[in-house]
């Protein structure tokens, strides 16, 4: 592309109910906007600074609705039947679509890539980066916090930039790799999506500020200063502060806000407090939190609840999960008992099943060389009521849903997304050549395996292929 299309800070004043005032730009300074910025000066309200107000708004209620009981999933029964999953069983049709990556020429989408950050003394790296991909209606967004975040159509038409970074860094198609310069490192971005809306956050020089937008009408409806934590979408009028953290958090684990900040709802943190002890260090669990068909779901990281936000102040149980004497417990991880106990690391869900991977012992690199961590599957069957255990003993990197439909290809369950009724997942070149070298290739059948050679050889090398299945609606 030859414009940058990116989102400046732009220090506008529009009448709102708590503070602002209201600023109009010269037609001849709009016409020097680009298309996003216009969006923003021309129809986003503007809020410069945030007073909210005292006091909470709504007392927390946690129920269990009498016409939809929360499915229990108890891991302690030894006659769990074992079956193999095939998507088959569960969707109907299957679609791929090609996003190109904008500026080519600056990066390229991210597929279990490294980053090292380089300091003035020193350097930290991470590995299995990946591309952040969000289906939204008609529209699909992909990116990343370093190198932004891009709006495609159903198509995969490029259509604008939402985000992207004032300073490009050094990424390397060939090897995998983005390589960034911390002095260089000014902005970077984070983005929350909740049925056809999205929550972008994004940090610049240490301040920050959030845009709530909708990807389906192309608009941005407001802008704001960033407040400092993790923000989640919990409808197009409020957003989930997650709180939680079991070193500092004692009695809050998180909060609805309007726009404004206006604290609508405290939810109460019912985990053990913490017992702090010498020459112990924190290793967290995986929260679960994503967008299930427009509503908001999440667990607390040693928790056996998984919950949907109902309402701004009303928390419906939805799934309980026993693990008897494996479940692993806040003190648990706190001082590394990890041995003989079970810690949720991949929960996937849609209308149709629940697909979950659970570890025990730590996952490590060293860990897994070694084989002193295991990986257990299960997947729950809505329509049959029914938990299986999946008959795989593979790391999760390799686990592969079986996909028998025409012309489908194996997903990874470890990487894949829901919104409820579309499953779907990305693969970078580099992914499928990882795939195809793998001793895994050699289980596909020969329809499969040339299948994915063509799909590799046609994709870019700084390109994402979108992999996208409608689930049935009968089940």
Known sequence: MKQILCILFITLFFSCSNSGKKQRLAPKEIEN?????????????????????????????????????????????????????????????????????????????????????????????????????????????????????????KDGNYIRSLISPDNWHDYNARSNKLTIEQKSLNKDFGISTLGDNYLLSVKKDGKGTMYFGNAVKDEVYLQRPYYNGTGYLASNTSYLKYNYHPEY????????????????????????????????????????????????????????????????HELEAAYILNFGDKRQGVQDGYVGRHDGKYAPDTWLETQNFVWFLFTEGRDTPAAREMGTVKFFYYFYDKKEKQLYKQPTSDFPETVLMKNTLENGLPMRGYFAISNGKTLYEGFTKNQLQLLIKHPVFNRFTLEEQERMKTHCEALGERDLLLILLTLNANN
């Open 33 to 153: 906007q680009s298309f996003i910025e216009q969006k923003i000066l021309i129809g986003t309200t503007v809020l410069d600074t945030i007073i909210p107000r005292e006091g909470v708004k709504y007392k927390e209620v946690r129920f269990t609705n009498p016409l939809s009981l929360p499915i229990k999933l108890d891991f302690t029964r030894t006659d769990i039947p074992e079956k193999e999953f095939d998507l088959k069983d569960y969707c109907s049709s299957i679609q791929y679509i090609t996003l190109k990556f904008p500026y080519p020429d600056k990066g390229g989408f991210l597929g279990e890539s490294k980053i090292s950050i380089l300091y003035e003394q020193g350097s930290t790296s991470m590995r299995g980066y990946g591309a952040d991909i969000r289906l939204l209606g008609d529209k699909i967004i992909a990116g990343d916090r370093y190198q932004g975040y891009y709006l495609y159509d």
């Open 249 to 312: 958090s004692r009695q809050i684990l998180a909060q609805t806000l309007s726009l404004e900040d206006e604290i609508l709802c405290k939810f109460s943190n019912n985990n053990p407090v913490l017992v702090k002890q010498e020459n112990t260090g924190y290793y967290p669990q995986n929260k679960i939190i994503y967008d299930y068909d427009g509503v908001l779901t999440f667990r607390q990281q040693y928790n056996d609840t998984i919950f949907r936000l109902k309402s701004d």
